[in-house]
């Protein structure tokens, strides 16, 4: 085009809807002819001359194209806005389903959602890093669906996806699903938690915090105490380890006299300060028993607990109903209500496994 544009030039074309989509390419192709730049456009599919009656049918032919094209980006859109809202995940299964050709369902691939499950539930352990899972996956043989082996950024969007508890993500929004979840909330829940602690940067790993620290601070200056492991090699090969307590020493006015302290003597002193406070041993007893009386009491009825979660179900999705009106109506904004849906959705998932686990007690 750039060359008919600077030296003139003929077009030999299969069909008129080969050479726009857009309205701005036909204009440009209209345009050319009009300030004769453009000399002749011949298709063997369509009549069109260079006369007042040729470019008339030669718009209403990119027109038409353009319409074919919108119509079926729109029919495309349509249909698969339809199969969401019945709770059809319109795209490829994940790891662990199959897509139902027949049905145009998905459905669990029995073999597969055994090894996700697998994978879920070592995770969860902690002992395991993403790179285990995924090795673990490699050797299950499964794949990606291009037949790669699965790395550790596709292993945490598998232990991620909300899928295999029967939600599925589209178009950046939570949608119910139809498919049949594979994994519990509570574990899927359990491996969220994994994810963010092990994906946490840096832990401290030498110093834990020691139970005293932060709480007690020295006599003698001010200062707060903290606490160091130790390590005692003795020569017949007895290994013993040993938690120290002392002053920090910060103080820049007093210069601190004390000298550290092992965990154990701390302990006994402490103790010795709280016996002061402490209940008589038979005033303890009585209240124990007097706690456990009223515990016993406040247990409520196994019906009572499902009801009172039946509740809660429909106050979730009472709110579900109040969100999606306030999303129609235009008060809430549409990444809010995502969030929102997300949340509410996930809580759903949760109460209705409390109530089926409670059910089957
Ligand atoms: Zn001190």
Redesign the pocket.
């Known amino acids: 085009m750039d060359e008919i544009e600077k030296n003139g030039g003929n077009i030999l074309a299969w069909n008129p809807d080969r050479l726009a989509r857009n309205s701005v390419d036909g204009g440009r192709i209209i345009y050319l002819l009009d300030t004769g730049r453009l000399a002749s456009l011949k298709f063997p599919t369509f009549w069109c001359d260079n006369t007042s009656q040729g470019k008339f049918m030669l718009n209403m032919a990119f027109g038409q194209s353009k319409y074919y094209v919108d119509s079926l980006s729109e029919n495309t859109k349509r249909g698969l806005r339809q199969k969401v809202r019945m709770g059809i995940f319109p795209s490829q299964a994940p790891v662990g389903y199959l897509n139902d050709v027949r049905t145009k369902t998905i459905i669990v691939d029995k073999k597969r959602s055994k090894i996700v499950r697998l994978a879920f539930e070592r995770y969860v352990k902690g002992n395991q890093r993403l790179e285990d899972i995924a090795e673990f996956l490699a050797k299950s043989g499964v794949t990606t669906r291009t037949g790669k082996r699965i790395s550790k950024t596709k292993a945490s969007f598998i232990l991620s996806n909300p899928f295999y508890i029967g939600l599925f993500k589209y178009g950046g929004e939570i949608h119910e699903g139809k498919h049949e979840p594979i994994i519990s909330k509570k574990l899927f829940d359990e491996a969220q938690e994994m994810l963010k602690f092990r994906g946490q940067p840096e832990r401290k790993p030498q110093n834990e915090p020691q139970p005293f620290c932060g709480l007690i601070s020295?006599a003698?200056?001010?200062?707060m105490i903290t606490a160091e492991n130790k390590t005692k090699r003795q020569k017949n090969g007895n290994v013993h380890h040993y938690v120290y307590y002392r002053?920090t020493?910060k103080?820049k006015v007093?210069k601190?006299p004390?000298m550290s302290l092992r965990s154990e003597k701390l302990d006994e002193q402490l103790s010795s300060l709280i016996k002061k406070v402490s209940l008589p041993k038979d005033w303890a007893e009585e209240l124990n028993r007097l706690a456990l009386q009223d515990y016993k009491n406040s247990t409520p009825s196994l019906t009572a607990c499902v009801k009172e979660k039946e509740t809660k179900l429909s106050v979730i999705l009472q709110k579900l109903e109040r969100l999606l009106n306030g999303y129609l109506d235009q008060v809430v904004d549409e990444q809010d209500y995502r969030n929102q849906k997300a949340k509410l959705l996930s809580e759903k998932k949760s109460l209705e496994e409390e109530m089926t686990s409670l059910s089957h007690k």
């Not at 003698?220 to 200062?223: A, H, K, N, P």
């Open positions: 020295c003698s200056c001010g200062m002053c020493k103080s007093v601190c004390e």
